[in-house]
Nanobody, 127 residues
């Protein structure tokens, strides 16, 4: 069964850190573009970060650049999102996703380009 299973969300104080994990089963992550999205209450889903399969190049939204890092461990078939210096405006449900097509070039991630999604993980940044 093809699926992505997420873990790592939670409650953190402003300035704190969290690492989200997304484990793939039924397929190999290394052949697909990878994306992280988030959706805050009352807002549209936003593409936060992406990684291309062929060269590992990455993209970050301006709102998270310098604070978030996407990475992939092919041996563990897992993609991560390391989030540092978290701010209250980072509060959202975070989703990992893989591209519809193998080898897809991903820049700013768009939801319609992704076909397999994790179940989501709540991240709350509050004092």
């Amino acid at each position: 069964q093809v699926q992505l299973v997420q873990s790592g969300g939670g409650l953190v104080q402003p300035g704190g850190s969290l690492r989200l994990s997304c484990i793939a089963s039924g397929f190999s992550l290394e052949y697909y573009g990878l994306g992280w999205f988030r959706q805050a209450p009352g807002k549209e889903r936003e593409g936060v970060s992406s990684m291309n399969s062929n060269d590992g190049s990455t993209y970050y939204a301006d709102s998270v650049k310098g604070r978030f890092t996407i990475s992939r461990d092919s041996d563990k078939n897992t993609v991560y999102l390391q989030m540092n210096n978290l701010k209250p405006e980072d509060t959202a449900i975070y989703y990992c996703a893989t591209s519809l097509n193998k080898g897809a070039r991903i820049g700013a991630p768009r939801a319609q380009d992704f076909g397999t999604w994790g179940q989501g993980a709540q991240v709350t940044v509050s004092s």
